[in-house]
């Protein structure tokens, strides 16, 4: 019989045992709870957790109509795994049947639109990757997936869509393969238009279900901001239709217009050709990618002369009934310099808009040259030559205007007919705004706003406006340039009834080496209504085959501006164009 | 330590309520059923979530579809094509009417096809013009609008046509 002794001994003992047990596993809880906690929380973590980027979505551009020109859209790579190629089986109908290797490969050559010998080597191996079709849309992507084929699968990945095609596509510009912005607005505005990845990090269970309320979204994702565009896409389409055939009929090498509204400096259309489609830019050449109507700067020619003579206005130098004389060679004073007019005749007796009429190259040299060239270098300046416009587009071009006091004899004459100066054609554009618009020059405006994922609009930059010419002389240049549809040779051409249009040619000879080629840039500027101007219209063709004179460039003008009326609803003029002397004795026609 | 020795009825006295211990059982019971019952509705939550998203995803998918659908049929080029397609001419020579002054613009003068200086096809690329409208002029005569619409008489207007009608739109 055992004593309570004995048995309290036992019970000790089996107590401390106890004790020793708790002490042991209590010292193994502190390890893994305290001491090694970190390191297993890490560890059952990456077992269970996913570290997911979430892309944030480009924004749109758009046309002053909300028309969608560039969009973000999902592609989808399509892919096997050739280690776990096999036939598959299926129920159809309740019964079972099983597609062998070579039916799905037929399946998926079809749909896909591949040939069968194409994507049958893919599939074998034992790679668990081999890509079998690139970027196909999400129609084709749907197909695949219907097809439930376990060892095919995809990725997906955000692609650009410009749906208008080379609408606009010369300004829009385009993004590369993996989505860098690399031309035009797409690259000067990617602050706008790129947003912020998000990045989330949820746990989820073998089968892949993500455990509830796990998620933790360590960065919250920022779509892409609109981005609105000045543009009107269906004129701008209308006009690229225009320079398309332009340049399919003179065979040139480029042609490009330009449509700006009078009273608000906005572009309506930049329309060139030829024309990148942003979907495909490696469809032409490198150097049609870009924009030459920011890009590319050129000896504008005799367009330059309404803007000499709005000088002439604005500084007293001459009325609209003074004249000057107006040979057609003239020598001037120093050795070698001499001027001629484009075409032979005997001496005229010139008024303002008779310079313009003839576009007599003496004429407007005898006017202005009672300007000093400072006075004339101002308003040049004033015009906008010689700097970036303000639309700072990617790769815009500032032109040359050399300063005044650089300008050797010849160049002092030669600026006032638009040689020894080279201009875009933004700038050109907008100097005839300044005209068109009372004498004051507003920034011309390709980007109307930026509209954040939230909702923010944010204005692109603030608008200033410069006071070139005082509002008379930006009347009577008008008038003046009236005379050149009324009466002029070519000019006529550009008449459009029931509207008052007033304009300038221009046939600039191309520098070849040191002198000047054979070759033009044949420009037509014109501006409507005359008596209230809401457009500017700018058409420039470079290196028409043939053509010496202007001829080429009022049709697709006159195509453009009648567009552009219609359009915009602008009722026909309802006055007359006032008697100015225009004629070659300084006397004023009788009226059209 | 030690140990009491007791008295039956003592140790009567001192054994556990059968009943709290029942109720204690069935508590914890009670909780796990219901930690359970969370458990498999939060889980089927999560599947149903998942199918959701999948329907989400799927659906997107759609949208997008029909989208470049759209893109593709409202693109200036396809209706150029479609409009060139129906022998549809552009008139560059505009009529407006002032409503409110009673006025009207311009004179009106059919569009002519051989002055136009526009080429009639489209040249303005579009490589992602998938979907184009299937309509032409053959199967545009089909669904011709019937004769329901009187050309309506222009009463002493200003604007004289050449047949000195005024033709009426098709349109109800």
């Not at chain 1, 000093?372 to 639309?391: A, D, Q, V």
């Not at chain 1, 990617?394 to 650089?406: A, F, Q, R, V």
């Not at chain 2, 997008?64 to 659908?69: D, F, N, S, Y």
Request: proline share 5%.
């Amino acid at each position: 019989m055992s004593s309570p002794a004995k048995l309290i001994r036992r019970l000790g003992v089996f107590v401390a045992l106890l004790a020793l047990i708790v002490v042991m596993l209590g010292l193994r809880l502190v390890d893994f709870q305290v001491v090694r906690a970190a390191e297993i929380q890490q560890e059952s973590m990456k077992a269970r957790s996913v570290l997911n980027t979430l892309t944030a979505l480009r924004g749109q551009i758009v046309d002053s109509q909300d028309q969608v020109l560039a969009r973000t859209v999902f592609r989808y790579d399509v892919n096997v795994a050739p280690k776990n190629v096999g036939p598959v089986f299926k129920t159809v109908d309740g019964v079972k049947i099983e597609l062998s290797v070579e039916q799905i490969t037929r399946e998926l050559a079809a749909i896909l639109g591949l040939p069968f010998e194409e994507i049958a080597p893919k599939l074998i191996g034992d790679s668990e990757y081999a890509n079998i079709a690139k970027k196909v849309n999400a129609d084709i992507y749907n197909q695949i997936r219907d097809l439930g084929i376990p060892w095919v699968y995809t990725d997906t990945f955000s692609d650009r869509l410009y749906p208008d095609g080379a609408v606009a596509g010369n300004v829009i510009g385009f993004v590369g393969a993996d989505g860098t912005p690399l031309a035009g607005l797409e690259l000067q505005y990617n602050p706008c238009l790129a947003g912020v990845d998000g990045q989330e990090a949820f746990e989820r269970s073998p089968d892949g279900v993500r455990i509830p309320s796990s998620t933790i979204t360590t960065q919250p994702t920022e779509d892409g901001g609109t981005l609105k565009l000045t543009i009107d896409s269906n004129l701008q389409f209308f006009a690229q239709q225009v320079m398309a055939d332009t340049v399919n009929d003179t065979g040139a090498k480029w042609a490009s217009a330009i449509v700006m509204e009078a009273k608000t400096g906005r572009v309506l259309a930049a329309a060139e050709a030829p024309s990148v489609d942003p979907n495909d830019p490696a469809g032409v050449e490198a150097a049609d990618r870009g924009s030459r109507i920011f890009q590319t700067a050129f000896e504008p020619g005799s367009i330059m002369k309404s803007l000499t003579a709005a000088m002439v206005v604005d500084t007293g130098t001459a009325d609209e009934f003074d004249t000057r004389p107006a040979p057609d060679y003239m020598k001037l004073d120093f050795a070698g310099g001499s001027i001629k007019d484009s075409f032979d005749h005997e001496e005229y007796k010139l008024t303002l808009a008779g310079v313009l009429r003839y576009s007599s190259n003496t004429g407007i040299s005898n006017f202005g040259i009672d300007i000093p060239s400072e006075t004339r270098y101002k308003y040049l300046e004033k015009f906008g030559f010689g700097t970036e416009s303000e639309i700072h587009f990617e790769g815009e071009s500032s032109g040359i205007l050399h300063p005044y006091k650089t300008w050797d004899k010849m160049t002092n004459y030669a600026t006032m007919f638009g040689q020894g100066i080279s201009v875009t054609t933004i700038q050109m554009a907008s100097a005839y705004q300044a005209i068109a618009n009372g004498g004051v020059r507003l920034d011309p405006v390709l980007v109307d706003s930026c509209t954040k994922s939230d909702g923010t609009v944010v204005q692109v930059a603030p608008q200033s406006s410069t006071r070139v010419v005082k509002e008379s002389t930006a009347d009577l240049t008008l008038e003046l340039m009236e005379k050149v549809v009324e009466f002029g040779g070519v000019g006529k051409t550009a008449q459009i009834p029931g509207y008052r249009v007033g304009g300038k040619t221009g046939t600039a000879q191309l520098q070849e080496g040191t002198g000047y080629g054979s070759q033009y840039a044949i420009s037509f500027y014109g501006i409507a209504p005359i008596e209230d101007p809401e457009f500017i219209v700018g058409v420039s063709i470079y290196k028409p085959i043939g053509a010496s004179n202007s001829a080429g460039t009022t049709a697709p003008f006159k195509a453009i501006m009648q567009q552009v009326l219609k359009t915009y609803r602008v009722p026909p003029s309802t006055t007359k164009s006032r008697n100015i002397p225009s004629n070659k004795f300084g006397l004023a026609d009788a009226p059209n | 330590m030690a140990v009491f020795m007791v008295s039956q009825s003592e140790a009567k006295r001192l054994r556990p309520n059968l009943m709290a211990g029942v109720i204690f059982i069935a508590g914890i019971i009670g909780v796990y059923i219901a930690i359970l019952v969370l458990n498999m509705v939060l889980t089927q939550d999560a599947y149903h979530l998942r199918e959701l998203k999948i329907q989400q995803r799927n659906l997107a998918t759609q949208v997008q579809i029909i989208q470049e659908e759209v893109d593709s049929l409202g693109s200036p080029q396809n209706l150029a094509d479609a409009a060139n397609r129906l022998g549809m001419v552009a008139n560059p020579a505009s009529v407006l009417l002032d409503i409110e002054k009673d006025k009207v613009f311009g004179s009106p003068k059919p569009a002519d096809p051989s002055k136009v200086t526009l080429a009639s096809g489209n040249l303005v690329p579009n490589s992602v013009m998938g979907t184009t409208s299937e309509f032409s002029a053959a199967t545009v005569a089909s669904t011709e609008v019937d004769e329901g619409v009187a050309p309506l008489v222009s009463g002493g207007s200003e604007v004289v046509l050449a047949s000195g009608l005024i033709p009426a739109s098709p349109t109800r």
